[in-house]
């Protein structure tokens, strides 16, 4: 069975704090993706990256940064210098490449506020 | 390139009816799945459909039906609408597998009175 936990329910910080977003995922499977996805207050869900179970290379994007550690199951999204356009609710993901069950499993979801 | 849209947006029924949701995925993407959004439950994947056949089905009651058109365009089905199926019903599409990007479409949002 997939898991995916997301601890942080809430956080609130003030613009410009860097923040860090924590995911741990639990899965048997040797071969999967993981992702991150934003979603504003609109509702609908963004698409911010997503990582090959394969590659534990670090990647950044602007002021995203996203940390992939195998060894803890880990998967932590990083906003750096945050801005009040930031606050969002950010779901970890996870989806089994292998095998033929494309089902993905999110997280419970970490709602960010960022304060002027 | 035209996103993932959805039909309708919001949606007020009542407990015992049904309803037809309609989700139109990216030009040339063949894989669409969808998820239900509860405040309790947290995004839950429903069903996925590829080339019109259902390749994989979450944990919800028969009263959820989906089906997969030959354009890709999917709908979802629910019969005998409850109180709890209030709930936002996001649609998501990727080119063959959901191990691709997936993208959502904005969801809709069905209100069960």
């Known amino acids: 069975a997939q898991k995916v936990t997301q601890a942080q329910t809430e956080i609130s910080v003030v613009e410009k704090e860097d923040v860090t977003l924590d995911c741990v995922y639990e899965?048997?499977?040797?071969?999967?993706?993981l992702f991150w996805y934003k979603q504003p207050p609109s509702g609908e869900l963004v698409f911010l990256i997503r990582r090959n179970s394969f590659d534990e290379q670090n990647e950044i994007s602007g002021r995203y940064s996203w940390n992939f550690q195998k060894s803890t199951s880990s998967f932590n999204f990083t906003i750096t210098a945050s801005q009040v356009v930031d606050s969002a609710v950010y779901f970890c993901a996870l989806i089994n490449s292998g095998g033929s069950n494309y089902k993905l499993t999110f997280g419970k979801g970490t709602l960010l506020t960022v304060n002027p | 390139k035209a996103g993932v849209t959805q039909t309708p947006r919001y949606l007020i029924k009542t407990r015992g009816q049904q309803v037809t949701l309609s989700c139109s995925p990216i030009s040339g993407h063949r894989s669409v799945s969808w998820y239900q959004q509860t405040p309790g439950q947290g995004l839950q994947f429903l069903f996925e459909y590829f080339s019109e056949t259902q390749r994989n089905k979450g944990n919800f009651p028969g009263r959820f039906s989906g089906r997969q058109f030959s354009n890709s365009r999917s709908e979802m089905n629910v019969s005998t609408l409850e109180l709890g199926d209030s709930a936002l019903y996001l649609c998501?599409?990727?080119?063959?597998?959901?191990?691709?990007?997936?993208?959502f479409g904005p969801g809709t949002r069905l209100t069960v009175l």
């Open positions: 998501a599409s990727s080119l063959t597998i959901p191990g691709n990007e997936q993208f």
């Open positions: 899965t048997r499977d040797t071969t999967y993706y």
